[in-house]
């Protein structure tokens, strides 16, 4: 027990940790509220509507919902998207007997089916098993109530992955730390340093995750009650909205303490397999290289295998699976397991278990057996041969590269930007495909030939728009009031394109062309594109440059780099020279592969013009041309990641280990995105953002008077603390 309360207190003495547990619960408070408040339905609709039907019965509140959304006089003043949506769950509610004599009936009407009546395929022995499933349940009855608080709280996709941020950190806190600071010898050679170490670690780990588990989603209950209210806790779980096929008799208040429960759990797998790694891996780097590759392909899994595949076991018995719990027991479910039904339910409760395990023993048994590398057998045989010598810079990039697993950081995140390439997504937008085609009808120059053209189709859509004024008042239906409005839609693109060209055709060297990729690189239309790849850089900047000196210093390395003929100054030329080429490349391999991807989905046209043909930048104070605006948002960029690559250097140099060196980078450089990402639309102008994309800054130029001063305060406090107390 005493090495447990070390290893917590170790833990949570830890600044940065402490600092990303707050970040957490913070970024999570702010996160909840704004899902609640940017939907379709507000809180307020909410609370309208049940203030209206409280007090009544589950029938009367059916025949309330039923009244109004049959009445389309207008005298209501709801929601009635969710009017609509609350109607059907108070009819589930109320006719959950029917719900359930209907799954019999079905399964019997579907096994006589020729396509499903064959005894030895999956969906046969499926549908045959699906009614016995809710036996357990006939006596259950529902009643209609308060869901959304419930719902908000248990299913949100940001917690799980701010949850995820936790162990992570967690784990490498404690399972690689000691190895970094050099205790690892010390501690293996202790009574206790072996098979009751790694234990009580894995038991400091299943500690830390539980502790946070109950505490964020009690955050998260606490917030939704207040905003919705969580209904009466004491009535069945299929009261819930969406819960209405689980086949579990239990009450609200007893599926959330299984909830949290079953998260422990899933969570404590995660943990056990990141254990796993921990003490298979020699080094930070490769420990974060094998988990980007292990839940990257689980990510995929999950996403990409259909439900009713033939593999679709690999989609549910997932570490990402297992963390989406009402998934799980909102309705039950068979998987296909080689042509058998095997319940989910039961199956995912045992995998996870399983998968705890198996995990947990052998990272025991592989600590355990684990060699003392301060008593390694030396071998002195030697090989007589000439040995080449190369130059300094070259075994710094050795050293890197090869000793420190760089090589793998590099090819992890290629394949990484290759597949974020190849998912780009553009929205598909019926605007955006007319104005596409109006611009390249008229791509070039503005001349009296593009003016007439404008004022033509000005015109003929007028004399449409009269038609279907004239049309509209008789009040019927036509065809040709329907053909009217089909000629009319691509009007919804041609305004925007006789505007802009109203803007831009007395300003010099202006054209006109589809620049909506444009603006997607210059963040005219938002800054998600930027801060995606953002992120990509500074987790490649982080993993790599990192361990430059950082590793050095664990080693007590330049006490000997000191007493060189080189000495000192040529060991810090080199390791700058080193991340100033990551930098560089990270920079190249976030700006060519978007801007080919750009280039394939919206085309180059109008490179040569103005910047000024944007109509976003028609006051841009030099009348340069785009190609060479463009050029000095890369360049700018560019640089930016280089110092921030520099600033990670002289991080690395002030600390003891490359495992503080990365938290705190992480912590300075990657949060800031992962919080903007996660929906913070406010993080974008926050510390180094408006650097890394540049755009901010240039769109918006008062950002940089409150972000980049923030920026550099926080990293000299940062630095202040490494050298107050060597991390």
Known sequence: MKVLLTELKKLFSNKIFLLIIVSVFVLNAYLVFRTANSGEATPADYKMIYSEIDGLSDDEKLEWFNERTSDFTGQYRYNWKLMYKLQEDCDNVVNYSEYL?????????????????????????????????????????????????????????????????????????????????????????????????????????????????????????????????????????????????????????????????????????????????????????????????????????????????????????????????????????????????????????????????????????????????????????FKIRRSKIHSLYYYTFYKSLIMQKGLVIIAVFIAVTGFVNQNFYKKYDVVDVYYRYYTELLDGEITQETIDFCNSESQKFSDIQNRIDELSQDNSYSFELNELYRQLAPSMGFYPVRERMEMIKDIDNTQLFYDTGYKRILGINGYDDDMKYALIAMLMCTFLVSPLIANDNKYRMKYIVNSTSSGKKSYIKRNIFTAVIYGFFVAVLWIVPYLITIKRYYGNSGLSASVRSITDFTDFPINIKLWQYILIVLLLRTFSVICISLMMLYISAKCRNTISAVLINIALFVLPIVIYLLGAEFAVNLIFNPLLSINIILNNPAVIQFAIPSGLIILSVIIDRINGKNI
Do not use: W
């Open 101 to 381: 004599e209907n799954i019999k009936s079905q399964a019997d009407s579907m096994t006589s089916v020729s396509i499903f009546a064959k005894p030895d395929t999956f969906n046969y022995r499926s549908i045959v098993r699906t009614p016995p499933a809710y036996e357990n349940v006939q006596n259950v009855q529902p009643f209609f109530d308060i869901s959304q608080g419930i719902i908000l709280a248990t299913d949100n996709n940001f917690t799980d992955i701010l949850c995820g941020f936790i162990i992570l950190f967690a784990t490498l806190l404690i399972m690689i730390s000691d190895s970094e600071q050099g205790l690892s010898r010390l501690l293996f050679s202790l009574k206790r340093g072996r098979s009751y170490l790694i234990y009580m670690k894995l038991a400091t780990l299943m500690t830390v995750i539980s502790i946070m588990i109950v505490l964020i989603y009690s955050e998260n209950l606490i917030i939704t009650s207040y905003i919705y209210g969580l209904g009466d806790l004491s009535r069945p779980i299929q009261s819930v909205s969406g819960f209405i096929g689980c086949n579990l008799n239990i009450t609200v208040t007893g599926y959330l303490f299984l909830y949290l429960l079953f998260k422990i759990i899933a969570f404590g797998a995660t943990g056990a397999v990141l254990t796993l790694i921990a003490v298979n891996t020699k080094n930070i780097v490769s420990f974060y290289s094998i988990s980007a590759v292990i839940f990257i392909t689980e990510s995929l899994a999950y996403v990409k295998i259909h439900i009713l595949s033939v593999y679709s076991v690999f989609r549910y018995i997932n570490l990402i699976s297992f963390t989406k719990v009402n998934e799980i027991f909102c309705n039950y479910k068979n998987i296909n397991f080689f042509e058998y039904p095997v319940p989910l339910i039961p199956t995912s409760v045992g995998a996870v278990i399983v998968i705890s395990l198996i995990c947990g023993i052998l990272s025991a048994y592989l600590y355990a057996k684990k060699r003392n590398l301060e008593f390694k057998k030396v071998n002195f045989r």
